[in-house]
């Protein structure tokens, strides 16, 4: 008997606890919502794309579905599958709040009017985006060595900004990748060697860029050369 009533508050403790972590599982912090203002507060819209449909004056579950640009999961649950703001005239940098669209898969932010660097640790922002694209805009600044841990990435795309530097050798790791686009900026340097089949046009108009697919750098034929004939001397 004593052991039985002992042993009640901690069963009665247990089931206080269970219920609530049922609770905050049920009603979970609206992470998303949270995100979509974010991105809405550190843009400007003078086209008004944003500010007309992004209101939110409804939370309830799927109410941000039906905004512009904003994909769902599933049409009842507020969950961003893919964000398409594709040419909508929006200007600033790149956007905050991203990190709190936790299912994020997709982002799309070309041919808008944003500017300044793409965030060092962006991978902490989108790790779990499998495509990107944030061309036709004015991002300047280096490609982010960050960018080699967003893992899933299928498509990257930063042509024609204002990127200047190397291409971060780290990019070549991406195993997942099968579209990378570079054209139209101010890169230089060799191209890393990607599993992924490209052709020149993904690296056209970068005077300083060199390399397969692209002519070879400057001094590497003769490197190759004086290699061989050092071989041939030994076998003589």
Sequence with gaps: ??????????????????????DGICYSTPSDIECLKLIKKSLKDPEKNLLDSWTF??????????????????????????????????????????ENCTSLTGLDL???NLFGPIPVDIAKEIPYVTSLDLSYNDFSGKIPVNLSSCTYLNSLKLQHNNLTGQIPGQLSGLSRL?????????????????????????????????GAPLDACAGT???????NAHQEERKN
């Design 1 to 22: 008997m004593f052991t039985a009533m002992k042993c009640r508050p901690s069963v009665i403790l247990l089931h206080t606890l269970f219920w609530f972590s049922l």
């Design 178 to 210: 099968t579209e990378f686009d570079v054209s139209d900026n101010h890169l230089s340097g060799p191209i890393p060697t990607f599993q992924a089949k490209l052709t020149q046009s993904n690296f056209a108009n970068n005077a300083g860029l060199c």
């Design 110 to 112: 070309s041919s808008n």
């Design 221 to 227: 034929s003769k490197k190759v050369n004086a290699g």
């Design 57 to 98: 004056d409804n939370t309830s579950e799927g109410s941000i579905c039906k905004y512009n640009g904003v994909e769902c999961w599933h049409p009842d649950e507020n969950k961003v599958l893919n964000l398409r703001l594709s040419n909508m005239g929006l200007q600033g940098q790149f956007p905050s709040g991203l």
